[in-house]
């Protein structure tokens, strides 16, 4: 089976732009959730997806968002960019939901400027 | 929210040196999961812990779950160079509710 694949795998932005990311999970799998990994954060929870709808969400504000298409894959949208929105993202997919083992898909580095 | 605190947070070990990461919560869990990500790659699942009390192994690796569902342990034994990596804890309250990452336990092995 392939594996949980993230595009782009980098990205370079300026403050204020909006950017998309996308991820495309295990096939089959139903649930997708976001995380975002600094290095004096850690893993941060954004949100998880389970059939197109949002089952979970984090502490974060408005300017980040998601969805999930009918096919699983999923796309998280930042708007109005600032300097500390720049991490790693990493999207995780698991067949049911985060009871269940999470496969990490290698992230989109976002470097915000 | 939840919090899961995870101690310690760095860990410098010679290789054949055990090592212990310890993951603590203030509510009860429903389960714990552990991941590790090695430098510059990604969280790769380690394995889940459900029941109190319950221990599993995975070769020279021994995860605990306490007693009360509050908290956890990773254990390895002998470490090796291997083993470099970002140990998270990864905490549940009830089934279906988000899961909360520790801050994650980096381990350096000296060769």
């Known amino acids: 089976k392939a594996g949980v694949t993230q595009t782009p795998r980098y990205l370079i932005k300026t403050r204020g732009q909006q950017v998309t990311l996308s991820c495309s999970p295990i096939?089959?799998?139903?649930?997708v959730s976001w995380y975002q990994q600094t290095p004096g954060q850690g893993l941060q929870f954004l949100f998880e997806?389970?059939?197109?709808?949002?089952?979970n969400k984090g502490n974060f504000p408005g300017r980040f968002s998601g969805r999930q298409f009918s096919n699983s894959r999923s796309e998280m949208n930042v708007s109005t960019l600032e300097l500390g929105d720049s991490a790693l993202y990493l999207c995780?997919?698991?067949?049911?939901?985060?009871?269940?083992?999470?496969?990490f898909g290698p992230g989109t580095r976002l470097t915000v400027t | 929210g939840q919090q899961v605190m995870q101690i310690p947070q760095y860990q410098h070990v010679q290789e054949g040196e055990d090592f212990t990461t310890y993951c603590n919560s203030s509510?009860?869990?429903?389960?714990i999961q552990w991941y590790k990500q090695r430098p510059g790659g990604h969280p790769v699942f380690l394995i889940q812990l459900v029941k109190s009390g319950e221990v599993k192994k995975q070769k020279r690796l021994t995860f605990q779950f306490g007693e009360a569902k509050k908290n956890s342990s990773l254990h390895i034994t002998a470490t090796q160079t291997t083993d470099v990596g970002t140990y998270f804890c990864?905490?549940?309250?009830?089934?279906?509710?988000?899961?909360?990452f520790g801050e994650g336990t980096q381990l350096t092995v000296n060769p």
């Open positions: 990864a905490a549940q309250e009830t089934s279906g509710s988000r899961l909360t």
């Open positions: 995780a997919s698991s067949l049911q939901g985060q009871t269940y083992e999470q496969y």
């Open positions: 096939s089959g799998h139903r649930s």
């Open positions: 997806y389970f059939s197109e709808t949002q089952r």
């Open positions: 509510t009860t869990l429903s389960n």
